[in-house]
């Protein structure tokens, strides 16, 4: 399968236009035709309906699988270009944030540093396809549990810090005044969905067996200031790091008790890092 039939595929059904896909792609509509034809001809199945545009039941089924295959493109160019390249002495950073802890802080070198925070679930990504020497992620685990990455390209984490997590809730709230909460207590609770600031509510369903946590309103952002300005407002609870969660205007931490998890964060990269990188995995990897 070629590598840039799929991605004139990828384009296209994202989309759903031919004239768009052309457009973006530096191509003309012509040859995007030609390329969806090709790529349908190659598999034996219509990929796409025509009008309108959109996946058919085979197309989606390509989608599914499109996307890591060519990040795992990326990644493996990514990799040559890294071991081929002279030493870079700057460092793009990419961090989900509430991964960035005083001490994360504190370690990065003083000059030459590209600090890029962003969706959690993109820090592998941005890693494995080289647009960031090193990454920062965080989530919900067991005490000394690894988290759990995309298979995105073979990548090595390392554990740096772990933190006990509180639920934030407005002060006016009723359980406002616990010395504890437990989770399982929570599940039909009012919830702010805020995958890429707050621990996410998959994960907090996945350690209260799959059950409850339906959210009251989404935020997509990136900002820990608004998502903790929207629990004080009472829109709805979040399970933070306790350092995030404590001294919030308007908002109580209060401490999860119950399952027993922690706030972790790892560090992820590809190869072996040189330059300011390695300076930052040597300094993240000192013990307190």
């Not at 994202?14 to 012509?30: H, I, K």
Request: without cysteine; aromatic residues 2%.
């Amino acid at each position: 399968m070629d590598p840039h039939l799929l991605r004139t595929f990828v384009t296209v059904a994202r989309l759903a236009s031919f004239s768009e896909a052309a457009r973006g792609l530096g191509y003309t509509q012509s040859a995007v035709s030609q390329h969806i034809a090709a790529l349908e001809q190659d598999l034996g199945a219509t990929l796409l309906t025509r009008r309108p545009v959109a996946p058919t039941t085979a197309g989606e089924r390509l989608l599914e699988h499109a996307g890591p295959l060519l990040l795992r493109l990326e990644a493996a160019r990514a990799d040559v270009v890294r071991l081929a390249a002279a030493p870079d002495l700057g460092l793009t950073l990419a961090a989900a944030p509430t991964a960035l802890t005083p001490r994360v802080l504190v370690a990065l070198p003083a000059a030459g540093v590209t600090l890029r925070v962003q969706a959690r679930a993109d820090v592998p990504a941005a890693v494995a396809a080289g647009t960031a020497g090193l990454g920062l992620v965080d989530g919900l685990a067991a005490p000394s549990d690894p988290l759990r990455l995309p298979d995105v390209a073979p990548l090595t984490a390392y554990g740096v810090a772990e933190e006990p997590v509180s639920v934030l809730l407005p002060e006016a709230h009723p359980l406002a005044r616990r010395g504890g909460l437990r989770l399982g207590d929570l599940a039909d609770a009012r919830w702010l969905d805020a995958p890429d600031t707050a621990l996410p509510l998959e994960e907090l369903r996945a350690a209260n067996g799959g059950r409850g946590f339906r959210p009251a309103l989404r935020y997509d952002g990136t900002d820990v200031r608004a998502l903790t300005g929207l629990a004080a407002a009472g829109h709805g609870l979040a399970v933070l790091p306790r350092t995030v969660a404590t001294g919030v205007p308007g908002a109580v931490a209060v401490p999860l008790t119950a399952p027993r998890v922690v706030h972790r964060i790892e560090l992820v990269y590809a190869g072996t890092p040189t330059g300011a990188a390695a300076a930052l995995v040597t300094a993240l990897s000192a013990r307190d």
